[in-house]
């Protein structure tokens, strides 16, 4: 009897951008009157509040001159290359040996199980996941629906595309009336700032009208550094001086994007730890202004994840998603890790889609999550 199944209730870059002109707009701090309800504030010790009858600067800035939305003239390349690319990064992994596993033998016997469990464990699956593999397996085994172990990666493909489809749904980038609201939240150092960047420039090359809100307003320098990647991706960017309220920058970016017909606005928000509720309160402050400027924003809520953290990212997404409803997850430097498994287990445990993954630091390395080459890249298929 294998370990896991003795313990099965045990839970588991670029060129810096010339300098940018800035346009300056005299605005009331206040968000509006409902979104400042005295039930719902947070605690000054969390977000320093500004008195409403402050005045304060919003700067918005534009993009250089002459930079315009360009079109991919062949999607496929990007495809392929994405494909070659999370191969080479996954077949360093666990998964890269499945087949010397397989290769040579006669039979499936418990042996040939126990180091497949391994090898499944090892790979960042997740106990369930691995679990329910070899418990398919077992079954069409004892059937006799399956005697050849090479077979057993037909199996596993199955299940891993099964399991990501479940939860499958693309990215919204639409809405009713207004521009799509994308809220992108994550831990510092999850690749969320570049995640944006590469965002903003897709939706460019798009055709799409984008606004870039800096509401992480926390960390002086976080605004300078989305700066450069709104230059690079040619889009405008709304800020506010460190230590103003992020909930202000929010509503200006809105109407920013109302007055200027955008199409999509993407919201940076602060590297706030998932363990500190004030913060995790001051982001539900954010969603109640959204949905009060466009009924139905954030359209997304995107909680951006590092793909080499392994089973810390599963922690990550469920403490993250107590706080607020996540729609979808980025997983980023897939290329800097040979365990691709945390992708199928937080699928699994949560039933979040993947919709986003990064491969690199370059503008157009971020990419739609594709199933089937992505399981066909973790089992090392050609």
């Known amino acids: 009897m294998r370990f896991f199944r003795r313990h099965k209730q045990v839970g588991p870059e670029g060129e810096v951008p010339a300098e940018q002109g800035v346009v300056e707009v005299e605005v009331q701090v206040a968000v509006d009157e409902a979104a400042e309800a005295p039930d719902e504030q947070v605690p000054p010790a969390a977000e320093p509040e500004v008195a409403a009858a402050d005045a304060t600067q919003r700067e918005v800035s534009e993009p250089p001159e002459g930079a315009s939305p360009t079109r991919s003239a062949a999607p496929a390349a990007p495809r392929r290359g994405l494909f070659a690319r999370l191969r080479q990064a996954l077949s360093r992994g666990l998964f890269g040996a499945l087949g010397d596993l397989l290769r040579g033998r006669k039979e499936i016997d418990a042996e040939l199980l126990e180091e497949l469990e391994a090898l499944l464990i090892g790979s960042d699956l997740g106990v369930q996941t691995t679990l329910d593999i070899l418990g398919t ?53 999850s690749g969320k700032t570049t995640t944006i960047g590469k965002l903003a420039h897709r939706l460019r090359e798009e055709g799409r009208k ?173």
Do not use: C
């Not at 397996?137 to 595309?161: F, N, Q, T, W």
């Not at 359209?299 to 403490?319: M, R, W």
């Not at 990064?358 to 089992?379: C, H, Q, S, W």
């Open 137 to 189: 397996v077992e079954e069409r085994v004892a059937r006799k629906e399956l005697s050849d172990p090479v077979a057993i990666r037909g199996v596993i493909r199955d299940h891993l595309i099964a399991t990501l489809k479940a939860s499958e749904a693309p990215l919204t980038l639409a809405a009713g009336s207004g521009p799509a609201v994308l809220l992108i939240i994550g831990v510092n150092g």
């Open 210 to 382: 984008v606004v870039i809100a800096a509401a992480d307003t926390y960390r002086a320098a976080a605004a300078e550094q989305l700066g450069i990647w709104a230059d690079r991706a040619g889009a405008p960017l709304v800020r506010k001086d460190a230590g103003a309220d992020p909930a202000a920058v929010v509503f200006d970016a809105l109407r920013y994007a109302r007055d200027e017909a955008s199409d999509v606005v993407i919201i940076d928000t602060a590297g706030r730890l998932h363990t500190e509720v004030n913060l995790m309160e001051q982001l539900a402050k954010i969603r109640r202004v959204a949905s009060r400027e466009f009924p139905g924003a954030p359209h997304e809520t995107l909680l951006v994840l590092d793909g080499t953290t392994g089973q810390n990212a599963i922690s990550q997404a469920e403490l993250f998603h107590r706080y607020t409803q996540i729609t979808g997850l980025v997983l980023t430097k897939l290329d800097g890790t040979a365990k691709g498994g945390i992708v199928v287990a937080i699928s699994a445990k949560l039933g979040i889609p993947v919709k986003l993954i990064g491969l690199g630091e370059g503008l157009a390395d971020l990419r739609d999550f594709e199933i089937e080459p992505f399981v066909d890249a973790l089992m090392g298929n050609d």
